[in-house]
């Protein structure tokens, strides 16, 4: 792709895959400094400042600047003294609150920095990623302890979203959030000490996750006997809610809950050697050609179409093995390769909700939104942030979001965001979101022009334009 000669929807149509709506300093960036300069910014956002407005947001939330382990210490204790002391009703009541409000926060300002993160930051290429990488690697926020691990959980993807892939399967593998969410803290060798003091056994649930969700997908080879030997592998990765043991950060391998056995794993005989046999079974998964296919699959169906191109997806392929898994390097890739620039594809992904409802306020130029509205808003959109009950994660093709009901949603959402839903003391900029949304069609140009001056910024939030990217 010669980016020095792109048309404006050309360099439109970039900005609007590698962001999450186009604003006003992206245009001048790309004006000051051309669209391959951008690009290769976003590429390396260690290398990008933060929006100062972004760090003012992120100071309010105060339980994502306190380790989680604290927080599960804390929990921890109100729960233990529940158990273990003689107390009055009212006094009950009142820690059952304190757990209460301590899960509701936790979880909520969770939320709450991942939405501001999506608005605000300039790194919006990485931000992107984290979208697609949290919900590759999806867990459920109400599920137990998860939502004490949410940040967290976050945090370490967002370090490797455009890094290396195994190091990014390796995170999520050891995360108390995953191992919460997908059971693997139960997963135990029925033989082992701890298999037979607690009468507790084996559990698949990760392993089959592990293969068929988060590298080699449904149809890669694997068998119900590489389940069970995956699943024998990782007996003993679990949890540690005080930070007294493993890491001391969450994760703990218990070798008196792992199985002892030699293994064999995908044609490979893994021998036993505790927890190095789980790190040799990630190896194993992430250089796998069955797992470089599915993740390109996967990229080009989130950032090209929804039935991705096969010449793409194998270019994408031959360049995960190539690169040993490197995620920038294939981003580079398929922002550069002919089909991501075809204009058949061209304002041809329907948004998510999330997508949407973001890219409005971005394009808007909205000022301090209110976000507890913005995710009740994403709840009555059927897509509530961190709350996918089901380990696939949602969807991102047109086919699970495209039907009457829900776009008589978006209208009506569009309608009320324009006449200040989202933020009371801030009128919509007119002006700046006909700019940011670049060319509208004929049609679109002419019931605005025939409206209500003040039913214009409606009409374009509502419009075709607005739901495609």
């Not at 398929?334 to 948004?351: A, D, T, V």
């Amino acid at each position: 792709m010669a980016t020095s000669k792109l048309t404006q929807s050309q360099e439109r149509h970039i900005l609007e895959r590698l962001s999450f709506g186009v604003t006003s300093s992206q245009l001048e960036q790309v004006k000051v400094q051309g669209i391959e300069a951008y690009i290769q910014s976003q590429l390396s956002p260690q290398l990008i400042s933060e929006s100062p407005i972004l760090d003012n947001y992120l100071a309010q939330f105060s339980s994502i600047h306190q380790e989680p382990i604290e927080l599960q210490k804390k929990d921890y204790l109100y729960r233990k003294k529940l158990r273990t002391s003689q107390l009055s009703t009212k006094e009950q009541k009142k820690i059952r609150q304190k757990i209460r409000n301590l899960n509701v926060q936790v979880r909520d300002e969770a939320m709450d920095a991942h939405l501001t993160r999506a608005i605000y930051s300039n790194r919006q290429l990485q931000e992107v990623m984290v979208d697609f990488w949290f919900n590759h690697f999806n867990v459920y926020a109400n599920k137990g302890a998860v939502r004490i691990w949410l940040r967290d959980y976050e945090s370490k993807i967002r370090t490797h979203a455009l890094g290396n892939f195994r190091d990014l399967l390796g995170v999520t593998a050891k995360h108390p959030a995953m191992l919460i969410y997908l059971d693997n803290k139960k997963n135990t060798d029925p033989n082992s000490p701890g298999g037979k003091a607690n009468q507790i056994g084996l559990n698949e649930n990760y392993a089959r996750e592990l293969m068929e969700l988060h590298t080699l997908g449904i149809d890669g080879g694997y068998s119900q006997d590489d389940v069970i030997a995956l699943a024998r592998i990782l007996t003993g990765w679990g949890v540690d809610h005080q930070g007294k043991k493993g890491d001391k950060k969450g994760f703990f391998f218990n070798k008196n809950r792992h199985d002892q056995q030699d293994k064999l794993f995908l044609g490979h005989t893994i021998s036993a050697n505790g927890i190095q046999e789980g790190e040799k079974a990630l190896d194993i998964l992430a250089s796998h050609s069955a797992t470089a296919h599915f993740i390109s699959s996967k990229l080009a169906q989130y950032f090209v179409a929804d039935q991705p191109p096969t010449r793409l997806v194998n270019q994408l392929a031959e360049e995960f093995i190539t690169s040993q898994g490197n995620i920038r390097q294939l981003m580079d890739v398929l922002i550069h390769s002919p089909e991501f620039n075809q204009p058949e594809y061209y304002q041809q992904k329907f948004k998510t909700p999330y997508q949407y409802l973001v890219s409005l306020v971005r394009m808007a130029g909205i000022e301090q939104p209110n976000l507890k509205r913005m995710r009740g808003m994403l709840t009555q959109l059927s897509m509530p942030i961190h709350l996918c009950l089901a380990p696939t994660g949602y969807d991102y093709t047109q086919s699970a979001w495209l039907n009457p009901q829900a776009m008589l949603q978006r209208t009506s959402l569009a309608t009320a965001i324009a006449n200040g839903a989202l933020n009371r003391d801030y009128g919509i900029k007119q002006k700046q979101l006909q700019n940011n949304f670049g060319s509208l069609s004929p049609h679109t140009k002419q019931v605005i022009a025939k409206s209500p001056v003040k039913l214009r910024a409606a009409l374009m939030m509502g419009s075709p334009e607005a739901m495609y990217r």
